[in-house]
């Protein structure tokens, strides 16, 4: 199963790190957050944050359970002592069981706008990457302000761009490890969740 193609959809299927647990509620409706597992090519894998609206669970899944879930990536502001943090989530609008052995997939698709000007940057090991932030239109006047990376050719193009540019993007939801430094000095471990194109269009 894919979803057709449009602002912001996604697909993704892999395997569930936990049982989903109660996030909040939001005019009377329950919203479980997850953690799906997603093991690229490499051998990585991916822990990407799926939030599913109650009315989606006709049964609870369980760890270790393979599940299929489309929708859209959005984000939200967590508000923590240390300031606010850009917070990225699958929003789960369907979810299937997979009964199959069929590889795990990470697909997505987005058309919106880059917010500010490209950070493009060049790796100790001469590969270049470029980091973007698209904003996605979406129901309600609402937008998701979504933390992109582009590589080599992309990244070159993108650092080019003036801020407003419309873009379509294809590519795949991973997770990335990293070190926060802190006001006091000390280090926190945290993880990133973004968008790696494969693809960006010039609309």
């Known amino acids: 199963m894919r979803v057709s193609i449009d602002e912001n959809t996604a697909y993704i299927s892999?395997?569930?790190?936990?049982?989903?647990?109660?996030?909040?509620?939001?005019?009377?409706?329950?919203f479980y957050r997850a953690s799906l597992l997603v093991p690229?090519?490499?051998?990585?894998?991916?822990?990407?944050?799926?939030t599913i609206p109650g009315r989606l669970l006709l049964s609870m899944p369980q760890e270790g359970d393979r599940i299929a879930v489309s929708g859209q990536l959005r984000s939200y502001n967590r508000h923590g002592e240390h300031g606010n943090r850009l917070c990225v989530t699958l929003f789960a609008r369907c979810i299937q069981p997979m009964y199959?052995?069929?590889?795990?997939?990470?697909?997505?698709?987005?058309?919106?706008?880059?917010?500010?000007p490209a950070v493009f940057r060049t790796t100790p090991f001469m590969r270049e990457i470029?980091?973007?932030?698209?904003?996605?239109n979406r129901s309600f006047n609402k937008s998701d302000y979504l933390p992109c990376i582009a590589w080599g050719r992309?990244?070159?193009m993108v650092?080019?761009?003036?801020?407003?540019?419309?873009?379509?993007?294809?590519?795949?939801?991973?997770?990335?490890?990293?070190?926060?430094?802190?006001?006091?000095?000390?280090a926190q471990d945290r993880t990133a969740h973004e968008v790696s194109c494969s693809s960006i269009e010039l609309i």
């Open 154 to 156: 992309n990244a070159r």
């Open 159 to 186: 650092s080019e761009m003036p801020v407003g540019s419309r873009l379509r993007i294809e590519g795949r939801i991973q997770s990335r490890r990293y070190q926060k430094m802190l006001p006091d000095g000390t």
């Open 14 to 30: 892999g395997t569930l790190a936990g049982v989903p647990e109660l996030d909040h509620q939001l005019y009377g409706e329950d």
């Open 100 to 116: 199959n052995e069929a590889a795990p997939e990470n697909y997505l698709t987005l058309t919106g706008y880059l917010c500010k």
């Open 40 to 50: 690229r090519l490499s051998g990585t894998i991916d822990c990407i944050p799926v």
């Open 130 to 136: 470029g980091d973007i932030l698209i904003a996605c």
